[in-house]
């Protein structure tokens, strides 16, 4: 009875629709499973596919072979540093569906092609303030242990170059996350002498220590706009402290260089 059903049921639609609707998984699967290969012997060959589509597991990866190549160039507090980007990755990306070990452990045998990912990144990323957010978490990681190694720095050029971000920028990203750390352990910065605070306030600035009004004026509004607290309010809490300690920083800086030359 059940079968004469079926038998009945199939016998109002043509064949090619029938055929259609039994094939069509299976070319689906069969197509996925192909492409799925093809991106993993990319993988292997430590090529990040410039068609992966821009979401979150994607960016995830893309941070996270970043990441591998920032570690193993200095192994020193190896498990602190994993922490810290398992930490980042859950307070940030709450919404990914990626399994944090195996994608690390993967990165870490298949070392990424830099220009690859950031080719990646740079396509789909194209403000340069969020783009500079990547320079963030790789020197959060590089200072973990507190001291940013020439291997490490090295690095951080090479892939701030290729995301297009100013190697100045990049120099005033490590002297204010250097300035944030200090700031918090040891209360540092107010404890220096002046000409000291006037070299590092020159630093961050990104002008000489004999600029005159006109310089210091033109620097200040460039870094108020580029670093201004506003522009991080869509990231994370840790970036949102860093941009308030350093727009501070910017302006206590500009404030120091200003006196200077009355």
């Known amino acids: 009875m059940f079968n004469q059903l079926i038998h009945t049921e199939t ?27 093809r991106f ?8 990040f596919p410039e068609k992966y589509k821009f979401n979150q597991d994607n960016l995830l990866e893309a941070y996270l072979c970043l990441a591998a190549l920032i570690i193993q160039l200095k192994k020193t507090e190896k498990s602190k540093k994993i922490l810290f980007i398992n930490s980042y990755f859950n307070r940030y990306f709450k919404k990914s569906n990626y399994d944090f070990s195996d994608s690390l452990i993967y990165s870490f045998k298949h070392p990424i092609q830099i220009k690859t990912v950031t080719h990646w990144l740079k396509k789909h990323i194209t403000d340069k303030i969020e783009r500079i957010h990547i320079i963030y978490f ?22 701030s170059i290729q995301l297009e971000i100013d190697i100045n920028d990049l120099e005033r990203v490590i002297l204010i996350y250097n300035s944030y750390r200090e700031s918090i352990k040891t209360n540092k910065i107010k404890n220096t002498n002046q000409s000291k605070k006037f070299i590092q306030a020159s630093r961050i600035l990104g002008v000489k220590t004999n600029a005159n009004i006109e310089e210091i004026k033109k620097a200040y509004r460039k ?19 860093i941009a308030q300690e350093k727009f501070i920083q910017i302006q206590n800086s500009y404030k120091i260089m200003t006196e200077k030359n009355k």
Do not use: C
């Open 138 to 159: 790789l020197t959060g990681i590089t200072m973990i242990d507190g001291k940013i190694s020439v291997q490490e720095k090295k690095i951080l050029i090479l892939i």
């Open 11 to 37: 016998e109002k639609f043509p064949d090619y629709i029938i055929a259609i609707f039994f094939f069509t998984p299976i070319i689906l699967g069969l197509f996925f499973l192909i492409r799925n290969k």
């Open 40 to 47: 993993d012997k990319k993988w292997d060959s430590g090529i």
């Open 223 to 241: 870094m108020v706009k580029l670093h201004h607290p506003d522009r991080f309010q869509k990231s994370g809490l840790e970036h949102i402290k």
